[in-house]
């Protein structure tokens, strides 16, 4: 199983970024989807997730409203659409899939997880 995380880069505050996933080895549909982000110093923290059908969304309080996470499940691949971003919303980007029906923001719940890909927002 592998996970391709891309999208990440450096934009401007209140700028826009998407984030994509590409997931082989599984059918997608089958796993729960996740985003976690990690800051330099920080611990991982979840940032929003989809279930399998994509009819349930999760955000952490910090993006709701800004970010939006969506799935391809015919392209094997999920999405974190990002606007009005913030300097605090720098980090490492992760996506990480489960088979479980629940999609929730604990990083505990994943067993496969992606590379990582950076987002540097300026101020």
């Known amino acids: 199983v592998q996970l391709q995380a891309s999208g990440g880069g450096l934009v401007q505050a209140g700028g826009s970024l998407r984030l994509s996933c590409a997931v082989s080895g599984v059918t997608l549909d089958s796993y729960a989807i996740a985003w976690f982000r990690q800051a330099p110093g920080k611990e991982r923290e979840g940032v929003s997730s989809?279930?399998?059908?994509?009819?349930?969304?999760y955000y952490a309080s910090s993006v709701k409203g800004r970010f939006t996470v969506s799935r391809d499940n015919a392209k094997n691949t999920a999405f974190l659409q990002m606007a009005s971003l913030k300097p605090e919303d720098t980090a490492v980007y992760y996506c990480?899939?489960?088979?479980?029906?629940?999609?929730?923001?604990?990083?505990?719940?994943?067993?496969?997880w992606g590379q990582g890909t950076l987002v540097t927002v300026s101020s």
């Open positions: 990480a899939i489960d088979r479980s029906p629940v999609a929730t923001l604990e990083k505990g719940q994943y067993d496969y």
């Open positions: 989809i279930n399998r059908s994509g009819v349930s969304t």
